[in-house]
């Protein structure tokens, strides 16, 4: 089961993506296109375990305000 990892910040009113699998998604390389109508987002499982884990808190990226990070599971 892969699990994402996010946070809805009350200040900037938006939820951003920052982690998959416990692990943080802010310094990864990552490539991106588009199939059909359909973007997407490519990230490398030797890339995604050099990052660090995730906490229960982090700051919001844009805003710099301390939100609760978010857990959803999916198969």
């Known amino acids: ?3 994402l990892y996010f946070i809805s910040c009350k200040y900037c009113k938006k939820d951003y993506l920052i982690g ?3 692990k943080e ?3 990864v390389k990552t ?3 588009k ?6 987002i490519a990230i490398g499982n030797d890339e995604l ?3 660090p884990l995730i906490g229960s808190k982090t700051n919001c990226r844009i805003c710099g305000v301390c939100c609760k990070v ?3 599971g999916s198969n």
């Open 49 to 51: 375990n050099k990052q």
């Open 35 to 40: 199939l059909g109508k359909t973007h997407y």
């Open 20 to 22: 998959i699998d416990g």
């Open 1 to 3: 089961m892969t699990k």
């Open 70 to 72: 978010n857990e959803k």
């Open 31 to 33: 490539s991106n296109g």
């Open 25 to 27: 998604l802010i310094n």
